[in-house]
């Protein structure tokens, strides 16, 4: 199994930390490839990308000066994913990117046939400030973790999506609510039936009647 991870802040490098060694525990054998930040990389090794410095800028301007670096690290992650081919792309955070890279990524999905499951960690706050963009994210990914029970609420719009409290919060908490969180359906590898290979059809999904994450 394959995760290709991209996380632009420090905030997206500490929860994508925490993702993976959560799922570490569960499938040990599990490759990390993609880009975030330092503690992502110590967790990943060496093939994953610490561009933390470059990609973490703040502000519009900082944005348009930096714009034709974005464009070709752009172009060098879509590229990176085609030759990588990944089970999953693991999108955490970092909206004016990420969103970007869901829509790229699923058009060129449909061109060449790849199989890779799009999964957006932590959503943008567009239940609050930007419902416009819902439709968007419904046709781009294949299914939104949301870290906050406000924005797992149902919309009119068909948006597989669900609350996963983050790792290291589960880990926080005292044991008798760590095990009420491992009754719940939670995040698993799991092979949806007549979906083809086990490359194609393994699924970073909900764990309705799979093996439920701690």
Sequence with gaps: MKLYFVAGEASGDNHGAALIGALRKLHPDLAVCGRGGPRMKALA???????SEEAAVVGLWEVLKNYPWFRREFA????????????????IDYPGFNLRLARAFRQS?????LGGKIIYYISPQ???WNRSRIPKMARWLDLMLCIFPSR?????????HDFRRPPDDRQSRGAADRDHARSKPGWSFSRKPGEGSAGADADLARGDGGTASP
């Design 45 to 51: 090794g060496e093939s994953f990308r610490d561009w």
């Design 76 to 91: 060098r992650t879509l590229a990176e994913i085609r030759e990588l081919k990944p089970d999953a792309v693991v999108l």
């Design 109 to 113: 999905r449909k061109l060449s046939g």
């Design 126 to 128: 567009v239940w609050a």
């Design 152 to 160: 797992s609420t149902s919309t009119k719009v068909r948006l597989a």
